[in-house]
């Protein structure tokens, strides 16, 4: 593979992808990238013509199938990795940041109101393309700016009114487009306020998710005015396991890797969720969590 020469990054052949993801489930990558920087990430789609491309972030909301991934994955996270203080309360955060570094970064800068990304375990590229959020607040809330990369390794700058946010989703990336910077616009207010704020949020993530366990966090969509976790509980399927997958006790939209599950498991559970909440309440819920890649073939 020529292009090898112009990169900088880890390649790799037929890579397993359980380690990249919070599940800790998943086959293998057909072939997959960690690039050093931004630059090399540019180079190596200038250059390499594998197809397609899959972009990982943290892996925190993603479901891979066993039989893994065709075509490249990029890994994100440890990479694209610079933090910087713009004008006007704004930071430039590249798409492999965590979002606790954020966190961390914005209570030393006395930014108050980017508390509600603590705790959430993924990446700023993860964050923007998932439009993730909590207690009320989400990221695009406070995008000014995005920077994007495309199959060609072109970046490009493109305004936040250029897309369209959602619930756990934004419209306006191109296809074969990705996230590598967002510049977020964040409150200002003192450093304490916004350690206090930040640990509050941490302390209510802890009372009621099991978040030291292997997860995707919230594996279906809240419907219109309900609670999933509230559906899931009230059918009785707390603890509710097959293969590896369990339905966390603690918080019933949590389904858990005891430790040896598969993506079937995973599935076949979810599955299970899905019917009994119809049956129960004629609402058919919808996965939060992506599923990715291909089934094992029997
Ligand atoms: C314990 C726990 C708690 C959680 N709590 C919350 C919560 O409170 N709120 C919430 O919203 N989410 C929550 N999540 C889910 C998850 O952390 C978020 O959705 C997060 O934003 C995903 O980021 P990631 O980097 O892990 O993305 P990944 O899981 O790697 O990817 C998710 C999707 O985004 C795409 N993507 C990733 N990076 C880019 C990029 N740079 N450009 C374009 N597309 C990209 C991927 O292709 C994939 O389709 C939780 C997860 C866990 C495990």
Redesign the pocket.
């Known amino acids: 593979m020529k292009f090898l020469t112009k990169i900088k990054g880890e390649f790799h052949q037929n890579h397993p992808l359980a380690i990249?993801?919070?599940?800790q489930i998943g086959g293998p990558a057909e072939y997959f990238y960690h690039p050093t920087d931004l630059l090399d990430l540019a180079a190596f789609l200038k250059n390499c013509k594998l197809e397609p491309v899959?972009?990982?972030?943290?892996?925190?909301?993603?479901l891979i199938r066993d039989g893994g991934i065709k075509g490249v994955v990029i890994?994100?996270?440890g990479s694209?990795n610079a933090l910087s203080e713009l004008d006007d309360f704004t930071i430039r955060a590249e798409?492999?940041v965590?979002?606790s570094r954020l966190v961390q970064q914005c209570v030393h800068l006395s930014f108050i109101d980017a508390a509600?990304l603590a705790?959430?375990?993924?990446?700023?590229?993860?964050?923007?393309?998932?439009?993730?959020?909590?207690?009320g607040d989400?990221?695009w809330n406070h995008v000014i700016t995005v920077e994007?990369i495309n199959r060609k390794g072109e970046i490009k700058n493109r305004a936040a009114s250029e897309f369209t946010p959602g619930y756990?989703k934004v419209v306006g990336?191109a296809q074969d487009?990705?996230?590598?910077a967002g510049h977020l616009q964040f409150a200002s207010g003192n450093e304490a306020e916004a350690q206090k704020r930040v640990r509050e949020i941490i302390q209510k993530?802890q009372e009621t998710?099991?978040?030291n366990q292997?997860?995707?966090?919230?594996v279906f969509r809240n419907p219109p005015n309900d609670y999933a976790a509230r559906l899931i509980e009230n059918c009785g399927l707390k603890g509710m396991q097959v293969g590896g997958a369990k339905i966390s006790e603690k918080h019933a939209n949590?389904i858990i890797n005891e430790g040896d599950a598969k993506a079937t498991d995973v599935e076949k559970l979810m599955q299970v969720i899905i019917d009994m909440v119809q049956q129960r309440y004629n609402i058919t819920l919808q996965p939060?969590?992506?599923v990715?890649g291909e089934a094992i073939k029997n």
């Open positions: 990249y993801t919070s599940w899959v972009l990982l972030g943290a892996g925190t909301n993603v890994y994100l996270r694209l798409a492999g965590s979002c509600f705790g959430i375990p993924g990446t700023i590229g993860g964050a923007l393309a998932m439009n993730a959020g909590a207690f989400t990221i994007t756990r990336l487009e990705w996230f590598v993530r998710q099991p978040i292997a997860s995707c966090g919230s949590f939060e969590v992506l990715l």
